[in-house]
């Protein structure tokens, strides 16, 4: 869509609690890699679709400032509770001083460490997952926690158009190691009988999943 198009859509959509509207003003002002945040459209929208499937346990995996996380909290069923994991302790700390100031600080669990050690060690079973990290692990992460995953349970997998770029490995062109590990993990989700799923073309791309089955 053009610029027109979206800008007409953001205003006609509910718009984002004072936490996170301050979250991203202190993203876009302070730092160059503000594009890694969800941002309002994108977060209106998982927000809804949390509300919707009203999960117990969220499982996000890359927690950046802590907006997305805020935005499941938003559609937990009651008692429910977000687990966010990151590596970085730099955003950690920063995501825990915004998030402790919200509405929702006693139903977001922070976990500091490699998601890849981190994941098999849960004891929940999770109702909705949130893959936001290094692209060069979103399969190795969608392994991970697909057992752990009821049925009838769901993912979502951002930056998955990858600015486009994903073209470059659907038509041979020469791409780079993200590039080629969001497009395997493409091709592995529509090839995965026990799933349904549906690429939304929404900001970066985000790969809506359900589990149909173990």
Same mark, same amino acid.
């Given at each position: 869509m053009n610029e027109e198009l979206i800008k007409y859509a953001e205003t006609y959509t509910a718009k984002e609690s004072e936490t996170l509207r301050k979250i991203a003003q202190s993203c876009y002002e302070s730092r160059s890699d503000s594009s890694m945040l969800s941002g309002f459209y994108q977060g209106r929208v998982l927000s809804l679709l949390t509300k919707m499937i009203q999960p117990k346990v969220v499982l996000e995996i890359g927690t950046y400032l802590g907006y997305s996380a805020l935005c499941f909290a938003e559609g937990l069923a009651p008692g429910g509770k977000v687990i966010t994991l990151d590596v970085n302790e730099n955003m950690h700390a920063a995501a825990v001083s915004f998030i402790e100031k919200s509405d929702y600080k006693d139903r977001i669990e922070f976990r500091l460490g490699n998601a890849l050690e981190i994941i098999p060690q849960l004891d929940e079973t999770l109702d909705l997952v949130f893959i936001d990290a290094d692209k060069e692990n979103?399969? *190795?992460?969608? +392994? !991970?926690?697909? /057992?752990? !995953? +009821?049925? #009838? #349970?769901?993912?979502?997998?951002?930056?998955?158009?990858?600015? =486009?770029?994903? !073209? @470059?490995? /659907? *038509? #041979?062109? /020469? &791409? =780079?190691? *993200?590039? @080629?590990? !969001? &497009? /395997?993990? *493409? +091709?592995?989700?529509?090839a995965d009988k026990r799933v349904s799923n549906v690429l939304l073309p929404v900001r970066d791309g985000l790969m809506l999943i359900r589990k149909e089955s173990d």
């Open positions: 979103y399969s *190795n992460y969608y +392994r !991970l926690v697909f /057992e752990k !995953l +009821r049925v #009838g #349970g769901c993912i979502i997998a951002d930056n998955v158009l990858w600015s =486009g770029k994903v !073209l @470059q490995a /659907e *038509n #041979g062109k /020469e &791409h =780079g190691p *993200n590039t @080629q590990a !969001l &497009h /395997e993990f *493409n +091709r592995m989700i529509l």
